[in-house]
């Protein structure tokens, strides 16, 4: 079952239920008010009729003409009918609009009310007659000297027909049984046709999904301008597809220039054995290829482990033992691996921090990290200009600064300068030695350690490198008291 029948099943399901239920309870409440107008009517007639009848101790007398009786003055199957009998049998008055079947039920109904001692009741009758009468006797009835409109008792019967109320009944049965199945199945028809307009976005999604092939990067799914929840599966999809072509085009890139890094130290390499190989030397000239070979070995052995960190994901990546750190003290004898390098004059440290500021790092990243970024210093500024190292920094975190003075970056290079294997145009025109894998492996590392790499740079002005890490205090170790003794 599709998604829209399967949605179109379940709100036809639930508005089934309403309508039934509502038309239910609609039928019952008005069948019950037709009902109970219909009662009040023939009570009301019975009363009026029994208002007319005086009751005396020896007699009862039928007097009409003192109170105003309009009943069953009309023809119609809806009108009230009624008999008056006195003494079982005798029809003392009657509407004009009764039958002789009406005057037929009603002696009938004053003998039974007379014989089983009834003083009111209600029956139905054949033709949908619905029948109410009241008995009334004299308590002590005396016969003597009485006049036409005095009897021992009167029994009042009036009657009127539920045709037009079983008429209007089954018209409102029709109604409520036609008008609910109509609307609902307009209902079914619009709620199909709205969910199938409004998930055909996803339709064509899938459509475009099952299209595109596996090494099309370029592709996306049509995405409906409707800003709802399709319109953000769309985009977000999308967006997905987006980082694919990226990482991809990062991939393809990244295979190349690595094929294209590695390949330069391997020329070298079997360059230098060609020539070697060529005719024999002496110890002194095999001595100058085998250094040239090692130097050669030891730029492809870096290289491949570049590749092999930014290689990694992080998730693969294990990181050495982390150690607490002391920046104010752990850098100025950092700074001392550099007293050998041509441009130790050139570099200057500036030391700003708190002298418990501690990060918590494995030495040898951090050592790896601002090796990277003073050897790209260094290498992108002439050497005379200075290479400033800043750390400053507060409680919560340490920023560890390289500026140079060299050639900067462009604006727009700065989005790409930590990608592998970037390097500006202007690098390359200047023919500057480099792989592009410095900064990238360095970004790797901040992002491992939980901080972040920012470049800020400006042509031919020079460039600053910011690493932002996490710092804590660490707790000077406490001195005893000079009134207490030492641990032992």
């Known amino acids: 079952m599709t998604l829209v029948n399967r949605v179109s099943a379940f709100f036809l399901a639930a508005l089934a239920i309403v309508l039934v239920v509502y038309s239910g309870l609609f039928y019952a409440f008005v069948r019950g008010r037709l009902v109970q107008q219909f009662d009040q009517e023939l009570h009301g007639a019975l009363y009026s009729l029994v208002a007319a009848i005086e009751v005396e101790p020896e007699e009862v007398k039928w007097q009409p003409l003192e109170h105003a009786i309009a009943l069953g003055s009309g023809a119609g199957p809806e009108e009230v009918r009624w008999v008056v009998i006195g003494d079982r049998s ?12 009406i005057v037929a039920e009603a002696k009938r109904i004053a003998t039974e009310a007379a014989t089983n001692d009834q003083t009111a009741g209600e029956t139905q009758a054949p033709g949908e007659l619905n029948i109410l009468y009241q008995r009334l006797t004299a308590p002590d009835p005396i016969r003597l000297d009485r006049e036409l409109d005095e009897f021992d ?6 009657a009127r027909s539920t045709a037009d109320m079983d008429a209007n009944l089954q018209r409102l ?64 999809f999308n967006t997905l597809l987006d980082r694919q072509q990226r990482a991809y085009e990062q991939q393809r890139r990244f295979a190349g220039d690595a094929a294209h890094e590695l390949r330069t130290p391997l020329t070298v390499l079997l360059g230098q054995m060609d020539v070697a190989l060529r005719r024999p030397r002496t110890a002194e000239e095999y001595a100058d290829t085998l250094g040239v070979l090692r130097d050669e070995a030891n730029e492809l052995q870096q290289i491949v482990e570049s590749l092999l960190f930014l290689a990694r994901t992080s998730e693969d990546a294990t990181l050495p033992g982390s150690e607490s750190i002391e920046l104010a003290e752990w850098l ?31 030495p040898a990243l951090l050592n790896r990290l601002l090796d990277n970024l003073i050897s790209n210093a260094a290498k992108y500024s002439a050497p005379g200009t200075p290479i400033t190292v800043t750390a400053t920094g507060s409680a919560d ?15 727009e ?15 390359r025109d200047a023919g500057i030695a480099g792989t592009g894998l410095g900064l990238a492996i360095a970004s790797r590392i901040v992002a491992a350690l939980g901080g972040r ?6 042509l031919s002005r020079g460039s600053t490198f910011t690493l932002t890490l996490p710092t804590r205090l660490s707790q000077p170790p406490q001195q005893p008291r000079l009134n207490e003794p030492p641990e032992r």
């Not at 008792?153 to 009036?158: H, K, N, R």
């Not at 790499?453 to 400006?458: A, D, G, K, Q, Y």
Request: proline share 8%; charged share 20%.
């Open 90 to 101: 005798q029809i003392v008055e009657q509407s004009r609009n009764s039958t002789p079947e």
């Open 153 to 158: 008792e009167l029994v009042v019967v009036v």
């Open 173 to 236: 049965l029709t109604l409520v049984i036609l008008l609910p199945l109509a609307a609902w199945l307009l209902a079914a028809a619009l709620g199909r046709w709205f969910g199938a307009r409004a998930l055909r976005p996803v339709l064509e999604m899938s459509q475009r999904a099952r299209s595109i092939a596996g090494s099309d990067f370029k592709s996306r799914l049509p995405a409906p301008d409707s800003g709802d929840e399709l319109a953000d599966l769309g985009q977000s």
């Open 332 to 362: 100025p004898r950092y700074m001392e691996r550099w007293q050998n390098d041509p441009r130790r004059g050139d570099l200057q440290l500036e030391v700003q921090l708190p002298p418990n500021a501690t990060v918590s790092a494995p």
């Open 397 to 411: 975190a340490a920023a560890i600064s390289v500026a140079d003075q060299g050639r900067g970056i462009s604006p």
């Open 413 to 427: 290079d700065q989005a790409t300068v930590f990608e592998p294997f970037f390097r500006s145009k202007s690098a």
């Open 453 to 458: 790499l920012e470049c800020h740079s400006e």
